[in-house]
Nanobody
Framework: QVQLVESGGGLVQAGGSLRLSCAAS????????VGWFRQAPGKEREFVAA????????SYADSVKGRFAISRDGAKITVYLQMNSLKPEDTAVYYC????????????????WGQGTQVTVSS
């Protein structure tokens, strides 16, 4: 069973950048699509971005298009979320997931989730 570990969160000023990592322990990501979700205080968890198993397909929430980029390394051990031009409304706990199907990863229809990493953007 793949286990997911997020890292890279922190405190950044508006306009700054962060790169989040989602690493697989126990096995590689090669058979999984991977998605990023976020949850702000008092709000529901929402989709941010997803990448297919082969890395050829990506999907983004409208709120992050043009600012965030999802990618996976060649060894398919780590998936990254590059976040640029950060805004205070991006503040949330960010979670990654893994699913066999790209559509399931985008929809959050999986029980494979990491523990989350906090991103705080100050104005």
């Amino acid at each position: 069973q793949v286990q997911l570990v997020e890292s890279g969160g922190g405190l950044v000023q508006a306009g700054g950048s962060l790169r989040l990592s989602c690493a697989a322990s126990g096995r590689t990501f090669s058979n999984y699509a991977v998605g990023w979700f976020r949850q702000a205080p008092g709000k529901e968890r929402e989709f941010v971005a997803a990448i297919s198993r082969n890395g050829l397909s990506t999907s983004y929430a409208d709120s992050v298009k043009g600012r965030f980029a999802i990618s996976r390394d060649g060894a398919k051990i780590t998936v990254y979320l590059q976040m640029n031009s950060l805004k205070p409304e991006d503040t949330a706990v960010y979670y990654c997931n893994a699913a066999s199907m790209f559509s399931d990863s985008r929809a959050g229809r999986t029980d494979r989730w990491g523990q989350g990493t906090q991103v705080t953007v100050s104005s």
